[in-house]
């Protein structure tokens, strides 16, 4: 089941936070990332910590991410993957390295903000509890090819896998752990976000939805819109449709738990 946010909903301060956000090359982006995380989560939460996933990255990405960690030592940590595992799996380092019951993530590019996630926890705290919340973005920030091609992606997610999302994709989500216990994911590219929420809700689990501010990218180049990338995610879209309909179970059973071994 997925539902819409009510109106004038109020952040709610929750009792322990992992936020997380890969970051492939993104050394112009990852200090003030951490610093506005620093700055933001202790209105969110009693409790958090916050978790750089440096995904392969060639400049300093990773030397910066070490220095934050080494100058926060009981909040931030970092996690590096070598060689890159690309966007999935660094979101998969971040769910596995995550320690606390809910579990949050922004991408490493600031087009979304850390305070913003506090729409989520007070979607989340409303009478019907969900156990995902996920960010819709309220004006896209984006080139019209990038707008275009999530319609369409929207669009085949709805009518192939019944998932009725507004924004698959937003990187602006939230979760209980206890949603994730027993889902696996096997997808390691850009539909790794489509897979997850496709398997919450094969799962049973709920779903609801908040609308959260966009931004454009300042600093950095990014991937998304790649060719390799695009056809991966297609590639990874029909495998998980085409096994779902020859053998639902079997198929739930396929990939890596998201919470790790």
Same mark, same amino acid.
């Given at each position: ?75 931030? &940590? !970092? ?8 966007? +999935? =799996? #660094? ?7 995550? %320690? ?76 209980? &752990? !206890? ?8 997808? +390691? =590219? #850009? ?7 496709? %398997? ?62």
């Amino acid at each position: 089941m997925i539902t819409a946010a009510a109106p004038g909903a109020i952040p709610a301060r929750v009792p322990r936070l992992s936020y997380f956000f890969p970051a492939h090359n993104e050394e112009a982006n990852i200090e003030a990332l951490v610093a506005e995380a620093l700055d933001a989560l202790p209105t969110l939460a009693e409790t958090f910590e916050i978790i750089a996933v440096n995904d392969g990255s060639k400049d300093r990405t990773g030397e910066i991410a070490d220095r934050l960690a080494a100058e926060h030592p009981d909040i931030v &940590r !970092a996690v590096h993957l070598r060689p890159n595992r690309g966007y +999935g =799996g #660094a979101l998969r380092a971040g769910f596995e390295a995550s %320690r606390y019951e809910l579990l949050a993530f922004t991408d490493g590019d600031r087009q979304f903000r850390v305070a913003d996630i506090g729409r989520l926890t007070a979607r989340m705290a409303q009478a019907d509890n969900p156990d995902v919340v996920v960010g819709y973005r309220i004006k896209r920030a984006d080139p019209l090819v990038r707008v275009l091609y999530a319609r369409t992606y929207k669009l085949a997610n709805r009518i192939f896998f019944g998932l009725r999302v507004t924004d698959v994709d937003c990187a602006c989500k939230l979760f209980h &752990r !206890a949603a994730l216990e027993g889902v696996r994911v096997e997808s +390691g =590219g #850009a539909f790794f976000s489509a897979e997850l929420l496709n %398997r919450i809700r094969q799962a049973g689990r709920s779903i609801a939805e908040v609308g959260v501010p966009h931004y454009a990218r300042v600093a950095g180049s990014p991937t998304g819109a790649k060719p390799a990338v695009v056809w991966r995610a297609v590639r990874d879209f029909w495998l998980l449709r085409l096994r779902l309909w020859a053998n639902r179970d079997r198929a739930m059973k396929r990939g890596r738990p998201i919470l790790g071994e």
